[in-house]
DNA sequence: GTATATTTGCGTATCATATACGCATATAAT
DNA sequence: ATTATATGCGTATATGATACGCAAATATAC
């Protein structure tokens, strides 16, 4: 009676991209939902802990390796699964998409990155996981500096702006929106400049998590 | 191989009254741990869904009925429980405490409300299921109002700014903290009066749920 | 009965922060 | 040389947070 309850982890990988957001998915290889796409993920192996089987499952079927991981939500509805009771541990992550060639193997046949707005039908409750996980991210943004984890390491401030504009929805006071960011003093403006085309050049940013920290540590909440 | 791992739901529930914030806790009737206090909760079964089973597992052991709950965290290290590998989705639960006599049965010998200031040692990993649950309660209360649910449906002022005091651990300015919830008119003022006491007698009010889902639905957060 | 302590209810002054928006500067395209 | 575009810096105004004064209504002490 107790024994018949399996479990699995999924995964809600964002990447972004000089104005598209991403989310990485599978096609799926063998039944159920065989040729469908999916989120990567899988079965939660007896010996390792929840993280450690997320970061497996996206290394085998994707071939990423993340840099910013936390617990999105556990979905466990009796009939999510046609193969069963399936109770997977979703989790949210973030990456820098052009970081790594995606390469499929194991479950999966092929890995691809999909803008948020053209999401393909996906197999099991995926699509409800997927919107939860943009809800988040849209949230989090606002309170938590986040949206570093999606820049390159070095980046002009219109990329910031551009992202917040994206991942918001919404358009934002460019000259406020950088006295916010630089009141906060958690990035370090490099001499390096950068021209993008047309205008001024800018110059490049980097984000400075030791001070982030600190501040965070203090009390000190980071809000849009 | 993938079908060892058993599923259990716990379920960290507040109550409050009159300055304390507490705990429901069960001592437990079987191995392992036994004896000890721990969180109610317990295998999930095939054919519920896992809300069901935090409820089925909280009136069994401890006959509290809840009008609150929100799914908390799921934890999963691999040596979390002496009996195997255990994962556990904990819920995050807030009931009137006086609404409730306490009942155990089951798996449980007693239940009791325990002070957070004031726990005792508990079994497996509860101890930090708990401190994750009591940074929810502080965090959430500060922009949703799930304070009302702990207080009865019609509570003079001074007692929701009691629990605030109580639940933020510091001092409020009474003055603008009711300027503060009056603009949001998420309060209806009831035409009777208490006295406590010395002092004025102050007015009755009651939370309007439907005017909140209005705001909620709006955009707008509640903010303390 | 009167004075005092206590709680409530309502107000206003001040300070901090968010928002709106003006304008000079440095570059690419025409 | 001119125009379009992006950057960088500034200031005025509106909005909201905080500090705090004080009268009204009650219980308690004398």
Chains 1, 2 share one sequence.
């Not at 991210?137 to 992202?163: A, M, N, V, W």
């Not at 460019?174 to 630089?182: D, G, Q, S, V």
Request: no cysteine.
């Amino acid at each position: 009676m107790k024994n018949t309850i399996q479990l699995t982890v999924d995964a809600v990988v964002f990447g972004y991209e000089s104005g598209n957001i991403s989310v990485l998915l599978v096609k799926r290889k063998y039944e159920p939902y065989k040729n469908a796409w999916a989120l990567p993920g899988g079965f939660v192996l007896e010996n390792e802990n929840l993280e450690q089987a997320v970061e497996r499952e996206l290394s085998e079927e994707t071939g990423v390796k993340i840099n910013y991981l936390e617990q999105l939500y556990t979905f466990g509805d009796v009939a999510r699964d046609p193969r069963g009771r399936v109770v997977s541990i979703a989790y949210f992550g973030l990456v820098k998409p052009n970081a790594f060639k995606l390469h499929a193997s194991t479950d999966a046949q092929k890995a691809e990155w999909f803008n948020i707005a053209q999401l393909p039908k996906l197999a099991f409750d995926h699509k409800k996981i997927v919107q939860i996980a943009i809800e988040r991210l849209q949230g989090k943004i606002t309170y938590e500096p986040i949206g570093f984890e999606l820049l390159d390491k070095r980046f002009p401030f219109s990329d910031l702006e551009k992202l917040y504009t994206t991942l918001l929805g919404r358009e934002i006071d460019r000259r406020n929106f950088k006295k916010k960011i630089t009141s906060l003093k958690v990035l370090d403006e490099l001499d390096e400049k950068v021209s993008k085309g047309r205008g001024r050049p800018g110059s490049l940013f980097s984000f400075n998590q030791k001070r982030y920290f600190q501040l965070k540590k203090a009390g000190i909440i980071f809000e849009i």
